[in-house]
């Protein structure tokens, strides 16, 4: 096993690696550009643990395959990484899979496809490790008389109740951080933005340097590029390029602590440009409502600035998420009559694919191709998702450390 590792990137799949690696014996050097690990899309995001259920439109159920253990894994390994359960940081109740009117698949074809998911998830090995005994649990369609109850009936369709669950993203970092603190073989390179890695001699094998705005840092027998956004620009100074035509979307959504504690239902509309709601317990809420909350977008190899915006330009998305996302539950109004502070936050989504949500057929639909490059001592890892993160990590630390 390599001593001296550069993991580029501290969200959760660069903090991860350099965790397992770190209590594997290296020596591992975390760098990042944010003046705290932790503090980007990672932090902020509705922390779904998938299982697949969202990407009906890929019925080769590839994306759901690719999904799936990592999802399962989350608890287990996340548990061990942060040294504590999570399970108080979940979503108590399954998620509701709504629907939409105007959904790119249809009803009929989404409720199928929902039992094949569930098909290959309670037959898989890790189906006991979820945050419920998956073995045990199916997804319940709901009926008219439910919909027509709690949803606009005009815009919500169907629904399928699901034993999906999500993770309060703020608090699984704060232990992660505390964690990656705590690991006297990790050093923290914060406030350091990397703009390349070189090899550091004339072996492709051999060590490499990386290249900072502050200078240049090394030699590491390995680097490991966890950089997310920042990931293909890193990539391309090493030689590597996506396998595909890619997209960088900046999304934000609503952060909402109430001073009442409101009963919400968890449930996200399928399948398109929509939005979902997460309600972590009584008092934390997610929303996100995306024609309001997508900023900008991009498909270079280095994303788009982040728009600055105003006071009133963030009361405006605010406002759209909530109005967005209430017209198909009315119930939602209980949100804002519980006195919530909401802040509005966001991270990039980065994905091999390309095209518009409201386009079946478009490549955004579909998450197979998340990957992990290695080229000699540099490894490049496609987080994907959020969810699978721990597991990815592990899968490289292993294979590192040998085992
Ligand atoms: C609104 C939203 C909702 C989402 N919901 C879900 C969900 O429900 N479930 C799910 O599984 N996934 C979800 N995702 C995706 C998920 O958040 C990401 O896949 C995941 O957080 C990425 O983790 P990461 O460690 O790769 O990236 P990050 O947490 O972004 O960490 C990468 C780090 O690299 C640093 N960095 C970047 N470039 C450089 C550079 N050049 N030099 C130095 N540092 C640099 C950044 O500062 C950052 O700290 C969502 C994303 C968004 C935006």
């Known amino acids: 096993m390599a001593s001296s590792v550069a993991v580029l990137g501290s969200g959760i799949l660069g903090s991860s690696t350099a965790l397992f690696l770190a209590r594997g014996g290296a020596r591992v050097a975390v760098f990042d550009a944010a003046e705290a690990p932790f503090s980007r899309t990672s932090r902020w995001n509705e922390g779904k643990i998938h299982l697949g259920y969202l990407y009906s439109a890929d019925t080769s159920l590839r994306s759901a ?12 390994l996340t548990e061990e990484l942060i040294g504590c359960p999570i399970d108080d940081l979940a979503t108590p109740q399954n998620d509701t899979y709504l629907v939409h009117r105007d959904s790119v698949v249809p009803a009929d074809e989404f409720a199928a496809y929902v039992e094949r998911v569930a098909d290959l998830v309670d037959s898989h090995p890790d189906a006991p490790d979820y945050f419920v005994d998956l073995t045990k649990v199916r997804p319940r369609t709901l009926g008219r008389d439910e919909i027509a109850a709690d949803f ?7 629904g399928v109740r699901v034993p999906e669950r999500s993770v309060s993203t703020v608090p699984v970092s704060e232990r992660f951080v505390d964690a990656l603190r705590a690991e006297a073989r990790i050093q923290l390179v914060m406030g350091t933005r990397v703009t390349a890695v070189r090899l550091g001699g004339p072996s492709p094998s051999g060590p490499l340097l990386v290249e ?5 840092e090394g030699p590491f027998d ?4 966890a950089l997310w956004e920042g990931r293909p620009a890193i990539d391309a100074s090493f030689g590597i390029l996506p396998c595909a035509a890619w997209t960088h979307r900046y999304r934000v959504s609503l952060f909402a602590t109430t001073q009442d504690a409101v009963s919400i239902p968890s449930f996200v509309l399928v399948v398109g440009p929509f939005g979902d709601v997460k309600a972590y317990g009584p008092r934390d809420v997610y929303v996100s409502w995306y024609p309001a909350g997508l900023l900008i977008e991009g498909s270079r190899l ?9 006071e009133p330009a963030r009361a405006a998305i605010v406002e759209a998420t909530l109005d967005g996302i209430t017209r198909a539950i009315p119930s939602l109004g209980a949100l804002r009559d519980a006195r919530p502070e909401i802040r509005l936050e966001g991270g990039w989504v980065y994905a091999i694919g390309e095209g518009s949500l409201a386009d079946r057929h478009a490549t955004l639909h579909r998450r197979d191709r998340i990957q992990v490059v290695r080229e000699g001592s540099y490894i490049s890892i496609d987080t994907g998702k959020y969810s699978i993160a721990p597991w990815l990590a592990r899968r490289v630390a292993d294979e590192l450390l040998g085992r």
Not at 152 to 158: G, H
């Open 65 to 76: 395959c690719g999904l799936i253990p990592g999802g399962l894994a989350f608890k287990r």
């Open 152 to 158: 606009e009936s005009e815009i919500v369709v169907a």
């Open 212 to 216: 900072t705005e502050r200078g240049i």
């Open 222 to 225: 390995l680097v490991i590029n």
């Open 302 to 310: 280095a994303p788009p600035d982040v728009p600055a915006l105003s």
